[in-house]
Nanobody, 127 residues
Framework: VQLQASGGGLVQPGGSLRLSCAAN????????IGWFRQAPGKEREGVSF????????YYADSVKGRFTMSRDNAKNTVYLQMNALKSEDTAVYYC?????????????????????WGQGTLVTVSS
């Protein structure tokens, strides 16, 4: 599967953005999907994860209540709605897919679980 992330940009603190992750080559509903981010000088970290088998969607503590992940299987696209953005949310955001279904929140800390990655989209939160 090929993934393409988009929707990043410059937004003021407190603002919102919606990231999209479009898939080509295979139906996204066959995969577990994660959103990750990497800020300058920091390691890549998990932001949200959909287990792919309707078991649940999981979020990092730093984004709970502000970010919402959703799927549109008809459009073969996954979204990350980001509200109440903070300067510390500034990073390159990546979507990733795994053929292993059924994981829980531990997937947020298991980057090796994901076999396919999008190219990343930059989110800058600044006034």
């Amino acid at each position: 599967v090929q993934l393409q992330a988009s929707g990043g940009g410059l937004v003021q603190p407190g603002g919102s953005l919606r990231l999209s992750c479009a898939a080509n080559g295979s139906p996204l509903d066959l995969y577990a999907i994660g959103w990750f981010r990497q800020a300058p000088g920091k390691e890549r970290e998990g932001v949200s994860f959909d287990s792919g088998d309707n078991r649940g969607t999981y979020y990092a503590d730093s984004v709970k209540g502000r970010f919402t992940m959703s799927r549109d299987n008809a459009k073969n696209t996954v979204y990350l709605q980001m509200n109440a953005l903070k300067s510390e949310d500034t990073a390159v955001y990546y979507c990733a897919a795994s053929g292993t279904l059924g994981w829980n929140a531990l997937a947020l800390k298991t980057i090796g679980l994901f076999d396919w990655w999008g190219q990343g989209t930059l989110v800058t939160v600044s006034s």
